[in-house]
């Protein structure tokens, strides 16, 4: 099974542009579950080279370098890596990256526009998308219910849950200290109403939760379910941890490559 794209868009957008594309998409959501049978998982991260300063005007690296332009266009990269594992065994059956050009600026709450281009690139190298995604980010916990999880399960029509390392939006209380423990996340929704928009998971006895919410076609209680099943002792769990392993390798890889 290829990479099939549901909804296409352009990604040279600026970030007036996509908040308004993230409140189009969000009518796309769903957040019932909808997984069919789960052989296969998978975790997807991103990591990025900044050579030049995004806040710096692009003519001051332009002065006297033949080639200017390009230069700046492609200073800065963004690295993605997904690991496939089977499921329930959790055994490792592929791996790929991709490498591209880093388009889109830092700014809170945008972050898939600037990961999803080259995340698309590494799931198209795979030989068969994963039945379900875990996104080393927020899914519906996000200040317009549309985070990189959700942004990426609805362009592949595909269930996914975000595992986040720290709290985007929201408030909530602290989850018992054992493994499995948790508590919702709330957030004021646009009519003023508190709304549970994810959850504080604890993965393991004592240490730090994370935050898990629904990506697309998958429930709250599914997605806590599945990312406890995807922990193995540790704090994040595994997808997640060992694609982030496997793109910080890639990085320090690329950082001692001699500069052209």
């Known amino acids: 099974m290829g990479l099939r794209i549901r909804h296409r868009h352009s990604w040279r957008l600026t970030p007036q542009e996509a908040r308004r594309l993230q409140e189009k998409l969000r009518e796309e959501w769903e957040g019932r579950d909808r997984l069919g049978k789960i052989n296969t998982v998978a975790g997807v991260d991103a990591a990025f080279v900044i050579e030049v300063s995004q806040g710096l005007p692009s003519t001051a690296f332009q002065v006297g370098r033949p080639g200017g332009r390009q230069v700046v266009r492609n200073a800065n990269q963004a690295i993605a890596g997904v690991i496939v594992y089977s499921f329930p065994e959790m055994r490792e059956i592929g791996r790929a990256c991709a490498v591209r050009p880093l388009r889109f600026p830092y700014v809170p ?28 980010g927020h899914g519906y916990a996000h200040p317009r219910r549309f985070g990189l999880a959700s942004h990426l399960g609805v362009l592949l029509d595909r269930p996914t849950i975000g595992c986040a390392k720290s709290l985007l939006v929201g408030k909530h209380a602290e989850p018992g200290r054992t493994r499995g423990a948790w508590a919702p996340i709330m957030h004021v929704d646009r009519q003023g109403q508190d709304e549970v928009i994810g959850a504080v998971v604890r993965t393991r006895d004592g240490v730090r939760p994370i935050y898990v919410s629904q990506g697309h076609r ?43």
């Open 109 to 136: 709450g945008l972050l898939s526009f600037r990961e999803i281009p080259v995340v698309l690139a590494a799931l198209k190298r795979l030989r068969r998308l994963p039945d379900l995604i875990f996104c080393d």
């Open 218 to 260: 998958v429930s709250l209680d599914t997605a806590i379910e599945m990312a406890l099943r995807v922990s193995d002792g540790f704090r994040i769990p595994r997808p997640t941890r060992e694609a982030d392993h496997y793109v910080s390798a890639i990085k320090r890889e690329m950082s001692r490559r001699p500069a052209n």
